[in-house]
């Protein structure tokens, strides 16, 4: 089963809003997800992802998508630092 990173979308007709999400590729874009990873509002400019469940998918071998990609990347570097 190959795996992708990707956004779902939501929201209202000229007012979207995407879930990203871990899918299946061979599902639909609004199709049944694995697990749900965060939101991401176009509009407002508005992220959130569980950066932990992002890095254990990609990890495992799940291929994020070139707007998942630079969403994730953008939250990176926003997320405060932890030494451990």
Same mark, same amino acid.
């Given at each position: 089963?190959?795996?992708?990173?990707?956004? &779902?979308?939501?929201?209202?007709?000229? =007012?979207?809003?995407? !879930?990203?999400?871990?899918?299946? =590729?061979?599902?639909? !874009?609004?199709?049944?997800?694995? $697990?749900?990873?965060?939101?991401?509002?176009?509009? &407002?400019?508005?992220?959130?992802? &569980?950066?932990?469940?992002?890095?254990?998918?990609?990890?495992?071998?799940?291929?994020?998508? $070139?707007?998942?990609?630079?969403?994730? +990347?953008?939250? +990176?570097?926003?997320?405060? &630092?932890?030494?451990?």
């Amino acid at each position: 089963m190959s795996t992708k990173i990707r956004l &779902k979308r939501a929201g209202r007709k000229k =007012s979207p809003f995407y !879930r990203i999400v871990v899918i299946d =590729s061979r599902e639909k !874009r609004d199709g049944r997800c694995i $697990e749900d990873l965060g939101w991401f509002d176009p509009l &407002k400019d508005l992220v959130s992802i &569980k950066l932990d469940r992002f890095d254990h998918w990609f990890k495992v071998g799940a291929i994020p998508s $070139e707007r998942v990609n630079s969403i994730a +990347k953008k939250q +990176k570097e926003v997320a405060p &630092k932890t030494d451990k």
